[in-house]
């Protein structure tokens, strides 16, 4: 007797979602006891487990919008990696604009003073845009040359802070190659171009004639042609190079 209320039961319930094909409620009704049973504990299972993920889901999500709401608060205060790493944001989004504001990517990263300061940015970018990658956004977001220059600008810098946001790198490496990156641009992929922006951030971190000289010999090294004559034919009188450096102290 009990058996048959059990079965009875399972029915009432299993039932209703097979009743709309005949050809599934003939095959309920060949099943014994036991595989109705069975049958009824998977769907039950399988409902408990759905909303097992769906609560750790809905968890997860309301953790996450509070870490980045404490993030955003910090980003207004004191906290200079989560300012940076709105910045970035800032300039992925170029208030609404197409495309992405370069200047302002650059220069965030340039006021990272070191390696360790930017993976600091790398965690608060995470926490306040809820698992974002700030190395993938800026390949995504910026020209492959672009990219090159704002990790040659990271690579340039210290591995640790001394406390300073304005630290003086001395990288004649770096600077060769955020060069040719810039007289390497290409528009919309394939038309070249020249960044003359970049060109002016790398000048105005050049501090001497002697680092100037210094850096053109590692470009003649790296990329076999004269650094003053790529920049002659790139900027086409449209940027004094010449009278840039002649401003500079020569040591």
């Given at each position: 007797?009990?058996?048959?209320a ?6 009432q319930?299993?039932?209703p979602?097979?009743v709309?094909?005949?050809e599934?409620?003939k095959l ?5 006891d ?5 049958f009824?504990?998977?769907i ?11 609560i750790?889901?809905?968890v997860?999500?309301?953790?996450k919008?509070y870490?980045?709401n ?8 004191a906290n200079k990696?989560a300012?940076w790493?709105k910045?970035?944001?800032?300039g992925f989004d ?9 200047p302002l990517?650059?220069?965030t990263?340039k006021?990272?003073p ?6 600091k ?5 995470r ?5 974002a990658n700030?190395?993938?956004d800026l390949?995504?977001?910026?020209t ?6 704002m ?5 340039s ?6 406390g300073?946001?304005?630290?003086k790198?001395?990288?004649p490496a ?11 641009y290409?528009?919309?992929g394939?038309?070249p171009?020249?960044?003359e ?6 000048f105005?971190e050049?501090?001497?004639?002697r680092a100037f000289?210094a ?7 790296n ?5 003053w004559?790529?920049l002659?034919?790139d900027?086409?009188?449209s940027?004094d190079?010449?009278a840039i450096?002649?401003k500079?102290p020569k040591k």
């Amino acid at each position: 007797m009990e058996s048959e209320a059990n079965s009875k039961k399972l029915d009432q319930t299993v039932t209703p979602l097979i009743v709309a094909a005949p050809e599934k409620q003939k095959l309920w009704n060949s099943l014994s006891d036991g595989q109705r049973k069975l049958f009824a504990s998977l769907i039950a299972g399988g409902v408990v487990v759905g909303v097992a993920w769906l609560i750790i889901w809905l968890v997860d999500r309301k953790i996450k919008a509070y870490r980045s709401n404490l993030e955003e608060n910090k980003s207004f205060g004191a906290n200079k990696h989560a300012t940076w790493a709105k910045q970035f944001k800032q300039g992925f989004d170029n208030d609404g604009w197409w495309g992405t504001d370069v200047p302002l990517v650059r220069q965030t990263m340039k006021s990272i003073p070191s390696k360790e300061d930017f993976k600091k940015v790398q965690d608060s970018y995470r926490v306040l845009y809820r698992g974002a990658n700030l190395i993938a956004d800026l390949s995504d977001e910026l020209t492959k040359t672009e990219y090159e220059e704002m990790l040659a600008i990271k690579n340039s810098k210290p591995e640790k802070s001394k406390g300073s946001t304005n630290v003086k790198i001395y990288d004649p490496a770096g600077w060769a190659k955020r060069l040719h990156a810039a007289m390497s641009y290409t528009w919309v992929g394939f038309l070249p171009g020249t960044d003359e922006d970049a060109i002016r951030a790398v000048f105005q971190e050049i501090p001497t004639q002697r680092a100037f000289y210094a850096t053109a010999t590692v470009y003649l090294k790296n990329y076999g042609t004269h650094l003053w004559d790529d920049l002659d034919g790139d900027l086409n009188w449209s940027m004094d190079w010449r009278a840039i450096l002649k401003k500079k102290p020569k040591k």
